[in-house]
């Protein structure tokens, strides 16, 4: 059974910066896409980041919005995949979901292609 858990949310003030923890189990692929997804309340969710993830690979895009502020990592070992945040800014509070999509093909930013969700950590950042 495939679970993903994301931690590391809370709240930060303008500027600061948060990482946030997306550590998955039971993941029978070998290559795969993990994404990072958000959604500010009355918002739709809407893509953030993601890598993509083969034995040799860990290739990493971004929304426009998150250039150059959030980078993407992994730790194999822990099967963990972090998303580090910095220069945050109050557009950036929502509830951020990581999702994985084992296509490992396509369009990384569309929701649909993404068959396991994690529960979502709170990211809130104060003026």
């Known amino acids: 059974q495939v679970q993903l858990v994301e931690s590391g949310g809370g709240l930060v003030q303008a500027g600061g910066s948060l990482r946030l923890s997306c550590t998955a189990s039971?993941?029978?692929?070998?290559?795969?896409?993990l994404g990072w997804f958000r959604q500010a309340q009355g918002n739709e969710r809407e893509f953030v980041a993601v890598?993509?993830?083969?034995?040799?690979?860990?290739?990493?895009y971004y929304a426009d919005s998150v250039k150059g502020r959030f980078t993407v990592t992994r730790d194999s070992a822990k099967n963990t995949v972090y998303l580090q945040m910095n220069s945050l800014k109050a557009e950036d509070t929502a509830v951020y979901y990581c999702?994985?999509?084992?296509?490992?093909?396509?369009?990384?930013?569309?929701?649909?292609?993404?068959?396991?969700w994690g529960q979502g950590t709170q990211v809130i950042v104060s003026s």
């Open positions: 890598i993509r993830l083969s034995a040799l690979r860990g290739d990493t």
């Open positions: 039971g993941l029978p692929y070998r290559s795969y896409d």
């Open positions: 999702a994985v999509d084992p296509s490992n093909v396509g369009d990384y930013r569309a929701e649909r292609k993404y068959d396991y």
